[in-house]
């Protein structure tokens, strides 16, 4: 018998694993050959470990129940975990918009030293070990394998959600939670790209800095046209409001500022300050992209010198850069998307220590939950944050 079986070896059930360990015998359990399966292909397998941003920041990054994070990031906090890692001989960097990798640039750094630590703090650790149900009884609870039956006092699911199945995270957590009569949220795609009415011919194209407007909502940052339509940081952060509204309507248009560092009126003073016997495509190009300032030509039809351009002309090219319009038709799929969208509903968890108040002695860490952040390193963060939370209560 087991005092604790974990189901699923990602960030979340590896650090839930490592605490538990220390007052009791653990058995953590994987669907797949190895440990972290899917933290080998974040941030193009140089593993975004974390986000370094203070908790409150932090906060402000997670769409979806941000409060249910308190008391795990007050408990094991970005700069703890930056710390922590630290502390273990695991080197870390940071770089731009507070986004941690380990020095060595490769996610197997971190693979690595979870192997030793699931080793040196004695975990039994079962691979290639497939979790088809759960049993709760008065006494104990049961765990029910491929290969076996394991009775337990508590059990930690962190199965992840459903993006990514190539990785394990298969929805399995949510499979055998509802036969447990644990309420689930509906999933939906989050952090994904979005497919465009019509063909842009921009695929390819980087723009770093742009701010997405859909509706009275709006984000920032860069952004990569498709053969699709668009994706890149900006675009994923927007797109569970897309998809939200797509339930709804069956397009929906977006504007992108091209240039947000220029307000409408410093645009037009370029444009008048600017060689008056030239013609517009060289305007375009010195302050935008080539392919977009020739994309803006031919879409307006307005390609005069400068001297020629009426002030009508001047407002509709400073539209089209500041409010650059796309038409969208749909999202990237849940299995397609960074992170999974809804989960275990989390009105029926107590967020200090992310235990069921329905089913007691099963607790939940990681993306399985109905809490996720934007890419560039916090969901990683919140798996680990509640993985660590989860263990030290336990």
Do not use: W
Request: with cysteine; aromatic share 8%; net charge positive.
């Amino acid at each position: 018998m087991y005092d604790v079986v974990i189901i699923g070896a990602g960030p979340a059930g590896m650090m839930a694993a490592i605490q538990a360990s220390k007052k009791n015998k653990v058995l953590l359990i994987e669907k797949n050959d190895k440990i972290g399966e899917k933290l080998e292909l974040t941030g193009g397998t140089r593993c975004n470990l974390i986000n370094l941003k203070n908790i409150a920041d932090f906060i402000k990054e997670i769409p979806v129940n941000n409060k249910a994070l308190y008391s795990s990031l007050n408990k094991f906090s970005p700069q703890d975990i930056y710390d922590y890692f630290n502390m273990n001989k695991v080197f870390l960097k940071v770089e731009d918009n507070d986004r941690v990798f380990p020095v060595s640039n490769k996610a197997k750094t971190i693979i690595d030293f979870f192997n030793n630590e699931i080793k040196n703090k004695n975990i039994d650790l079962h691979l290639n070990e497939y979790v088809k149900d759960i049993i709760i009884t008065d006494e104990y609870k049961i765990v029910s394998t491929n290969n076996n039956e394991y009775t337990t006092n508590k059990i930690v699911l962190a199965t992840g959600g459903c993006s990514y199945p190539q990785t394990g995270s298969t929805g399995d957590g949510f499979r055998i939670s509802k036969n447990i009569n644990q309420p689930v949220t509906k999933l939906y795609p989050a952090e994904t790209f979005l497919i465009s009415k019509n063909k842009l011919d921009l695929a390819g194209l980087t723009i770093e800095n742009v701010k997405i407007k859909l509706n009275n909502y709006i984000e920032n940052g860069s952004l990569l046209f498709t053969h699709q339509g668009i994706s890149g940081p900006a675009c994923f952060k927007i797109s569970e409001k897309v998809y939200k509204q797509l339930q709804e309507e069956k397009e929906i248009t977006l504007q992108i500022d091209l240039l947000p560092e220029l307000s409408n009126e410093q645009i037009l003073n370029k444009i008048n300050e600017y060689n008056q016997k030239k013609e517009v495509i060289s305007f375009l190009k010195e302050i935008l992209p080539k392919r977009i300032a020739e994309y803006i030509i031919k879409k307006t039809n307005i390609n005069t010198r400068i001297a020629e351009l009426s002030k009508t002309n001047k407002n509709i090219l400073i539209e089209n850069i500041k409010q650059f319009e796309i038409q969208i038709i749909k999202t990237g799929s849940i299995e397609q998307s960074f992170v999974t969208g809804g989960g275990i509903d989390m009105k029926y968890i107590n967020s200090k220590t992310m235990e069921s108040t329905i089913n007691k002695g099963v607790y939940y860490a990681g993306e399985i939950l109905d809490i996720h952040g934007h890419t560039g390193g916090y969901n990683i963060t919140i798996a680990l944050s509640t993985g660590y939370n989860v263990g030290s209560q336990i």
